[in-house]
C-alpha cells in the first residue's frame, strides 16, 4: 500500500484522519505541532500520542519530508537547493543569507505555464502543480530551516495557478497551529491573474508582490502573454479598490530592459499607473536568459529610473542580485535539464 | 472589501447546451446561444456549477454566428473538462461574458497552434480575418486536424500547413511543427505571428522564430492555462 503524506495536512484535514482512525480530536493539533512546529522526521517521534495511535497512524501514512538531492553555493553565500517532486520531477529553491534577514523563495510548480519572454521557468514548459507537502518540504526539509526569517514565493511557477494549494500552505505556514510564521514575514508573487488575486487579498495577511515590467498593455502583451486575459488595468482597478492596512505591503517587481522599459516615458506612465495606491516598485537587473532578444538596462540607467520615480513620489527600490554564478538570481530557476521526455509533445 | 468600481467581470450566467458533438477522440466542440457581442480571439470562463471557479476557453466562432462554440479535449485528471464532456443538449452551462484581446488582424500574419489552440484562429477566419492569413497547426495524429475540410476550403494548401508527429498522410508534413519551422528560412519578418497552445509549444516557436530574425515584438501568444 503506497502510503499518503502528512506533511501539508491543514489542521481541518487532520481532524478527518484522526476521526477516520478513532482518535481524539486533539490528537490533530498534536501531529500538526509535531510536523510544522518540531520539525520532526518520523511518526515515531509523536512522543505524546499513544503507542496505539502512532501504530494507527504509521499503517497509512508517513511524515513525507524528502531530503534535497543537490545544492549549490554562491561566491555570495546564495544556495541553491535541488528537490525531487513527485513523479521524478524537480524544483529548485534558493536561500539567500543577508545581514539583517534570511530569505528563502521557494517554487509552486514544477515549470510554469505562463510563458514570460525573459524567465528561464518558462522554457521549460509546464510539469506539475506542487502539492502542499512539496511547497513545505522546501522550508521544513532546508538545513537552514531555523535561519530562515522571511518567505518568498517567487521561485519556479505561477503561485496563483496552483492556488488551493498555494492557500493550504500559507494557512499551515501562519497558523498558530502551524509553523506560526508571521504573515508579514512572506511574500507571495503573482503575474496578475485576476481572480486568485482577488481571492488572496480577501483570504490570506501576506504580502503581495505583482510583475508588471511595463506599464503599457501593448508592450506587456510582448513579454507576458497573461496580458491577453488579465490586463494591467484591470489588476490596478482591484488593487486600488481595497483600503489594504499599513502593515501589508503590496509590490511590483519591475525587471529592467534596455531601450524597451527605462525611459522617462516609461517612468510617467508608472507615476500615473501608480497613482492613488500605497506601493512599491521594486526595480530588478535583468538576467539574461539562452536565446532572448533582450538586453539588461546599465546601472546607471537604473539609478537614474530610480530617482526618477522617487522624485515623482513613487516609493522605488533596488533589488539586489543575489546568486548569479550559480543561476540562483531572480528569473533564473529552471529544472529543464532534468526532465524525463517521456510525454509525447502534441505538436 | 472590493468596491463596486471593480468591472473585471467574471460572474457566470446560466445558458442552455445547444450541442456538444465528440469531432476527433475525446475532443469536442460545444455549442450554446450567444447573447453578447465579441471580438475573435476572446474567450469565456465557463463552469458547470453556478458558483464554481470557471475555466478559460477560447471562443472558435465567428463574431456574428448565433451560437458561440467552443473547442475543448477531455484533460484525465482536468477539474471540469470530464464533467464538460458528459454535457448533453438542454442541459445548463455556467458562461461568462467573452474577455480578453488576442485579437486578430486584418493584417497579413501567420497563425501557429498546437491541439485545440486552433479555436481563436478558427474563430479570426470564420470573423472574416481571412485575407493574407496562412496557418500552421501541430498535432500527434491525422485526426488532430479539427476543422481541416474547411481550413482547406478558406486557406488551400500553400496556407493550411499540417504538422503531424505521429503519422503520414497526404499533403502533411511528418514531424513536429517546430521542425517544420527549422527547416524553413523564408519567415516574412514583417509579417504578425500568432501562437496558441500550450505552454510549452508557445515557448519554444517563439524562440525559434526569434533565432530565425523574427522582432519579438510581431510575435502575439496567448497560453492556454
Known amino acids: 500500500m503506497i502510503k499518503d503524506t502528512l506533511l501539508g495536512k491543514t489542521k481541518d484535514e487532520l481532524l478527518v484522519i484522526t476521526g477516520k482512525l478513532g482518535l481524539p480530536k486533539f490528537t490533530a493539533t498534536q501531529i500538526a505541532e509535531w510536523i510544522y512546529k518540531k520539525d ?15 501504530e494507527l497512524i504509521s499503517e497509512r501514512f508517513t511524515i513525507g519530508k524528502i531530503d534535497h538531492k543537490d545544492v549549490q553555493v554562491s561566491a555570495d553565500g546564495t544556495k541553491k537547493y535541488l528537490f525531487e517532486a513527485a513523479k521524478g520531477n524537480y524544483i529548485e529553491a534558493a536561500y539567500i543569507p543577508e545581514e539583517k534577514r534570511n530569505t528563502l523563495c521557494i517554487s509552486t510548480q514544477v515549470g510554469c505555464k505562463m510563458g514570460c519572454l525573459f524567465c528561464m521557468t518558462g522554457k521549460q514548459g509546464f510539469q506539475a502543480n506542487l502539492s502542499p507537502g512539496e511547497i513545505l518540504n522546501q522550508l521544513l ?14 521561485g519556479m511557477g505561477e503561485p496563483f495557478d496552483n492556488m488551493d494549494n498555494l492557500m493550504k500552505s500559507l494557512e499551515i505556514l501562519t497558523a498558530p497551529w502551524g509553523r506560526e510564521m508571521s504573515p508579514k514575514r512572506i511574500t507571495v508573487s503573482t503575474i ?25 498593455e501593448d508592450e506587456r502583451k510582448n513579454l507576458m502573454p497573461i496580458e491577453n486575459v488579465y490586463p494591467l488595468h484591470e489588476i490596478f482597478t482591484l488593487l486600488k479598490s481595497y483600503d489594504f492596512p499599513r502593515q501589508r505591503r503590496i509590490s511590483f517587481e ?19 499607473l501608480m497613482h492613488g495606491l500605497k506601493a512599491r516598485i521594486n526595480l530588478i537587473r535583468f538576467h539574461p536568459v539562452p536565446g532572448t532578444p533582450l538586453e539588461g538596462s546599465d546601472d546607471k540607467t537604473i539609478i537614474e529610473f530610480k530617482d526618477a520615480l522617487i522624485a515623482k513620489g513613487v516609493n522605488t527600490t533596488i533589488r539586489a542580485s543575489r546568486g548569479l554564478d550559480i543561476a540562483a538570481a531572480c528569473g533564473l530557476l529552471s529544472t529543464k535539464e532534468l526532465l524525463k521526455n517521456s510525454e509525447e509533445k502534441d505538436y | 472589501m472590493p468596491n463596486a468600481q471593480f468591472n473585471f467581470d467574471l460572474d457566470l450566467y446560466p445558458v442552455k447546451v445547444e450541442s456538444n458533438a465528440e469531432i476527433a477522440k475525446d475532443v469536442y466542440v460545444l455549442s450554446y446561444q450567444r447573447s453578447h457581442t465579441f471580438s475573435a480571439g476572446q474567450v469565456v470562463g465557463i463552469s458547470i456549477i453556478e458558483y464554481g471557479e470557471p475555466r478559460l476557453y477560447s471562443i472558435a466562432s465567428g463574431s456574428t454566428d448565433d451560437m458561440i462554440r467552443l473547442l475543448y479535449n477531455i484533460k484525465p485528471d482536468g477539474e471540469l473538462s470530464p464533467s464538460l464532456a458528459g454535457l448533453k443538449a438542454g442541459d445548463t452551462l455556467y458562461v461568462s461574458a ?10 497579413p500574419a501567420v497563425f501557429i497552434a498546437s491541439g485545440t489552440g486552433i479555436a481563436p484562429f478558427m474563430s479570426m477566419l470564420r470573423s472574416g480575418l481571412n485575407k493574407d492569413k496562412s496557418i500552421i497547426h501541430g498535432g500527434r495524429t491525422l485526426e488532430s486536424f479539427y476543422f481541416k475540410d474547411e481550413l482547406m476550403k478558406e486557406l488551400g494548401p500553400e496556407n493550411y500547413i499540417r504538422c503531424c508527429s505521429q503519422e503520414s498522410g497526404d499533403n502533411v508534413y511528418e514531424g513536429r511543427l517546430t521542425n517544420y519551422l527549422r527547416e524553413h528560412n523564408d519567415l516574412d519578418h514583417d509579417r504578425k505571428y ?6 510549452e509549444m508557445v515557448v519554444e516557436t517563439r524562440d525559434l522564430l526569434i533565432d530565425k530574425g523574427i522582432p519579438y515584438e510581431n510575435i502575439i501568444a496567448e497560453i492556454y492555462f
Open chain 1, 192 to 216: 496578475g491573474i485576476i481572480p486568485s488575486m482577488s481571492r488572496f487579498i480577501d483570504e490570506s495577511d501576506c504580502h503581495l508582490a505583482v510583475s508588471l515590467h511595463t506599464p503599457f
Open chain 1, 254 to 272: 519591475y525587471i529592467m530592459f534596455k531601450g524597451v522599459n527605462d525611459t522617462r516615458r516609461d517612468v510617467n506612465e508608472l507615476v500615473r
Open chain 2, 98 to 107: 467573452p474577455f480578453g484581446s488576442f485579437y486578430g488582424t486584418a493584417k
Open chain 2, 194 to 199: 500568432y501562437l496558441c497552445g500550450l505552454a
Open chain 1, 141 to 154: 526539509n532546508l538545513p537552514e530551516r531555523e535561519e530562515v526569517s522571511n518567505l518568498v514565493f517567487m
Open chain 1, 40 to 54: 520532526i522526521s518520523d511518526i515515531s517521534e509523536m512522543s505524546n500520542l499513544s503507542k496505539k495511535a502512532r
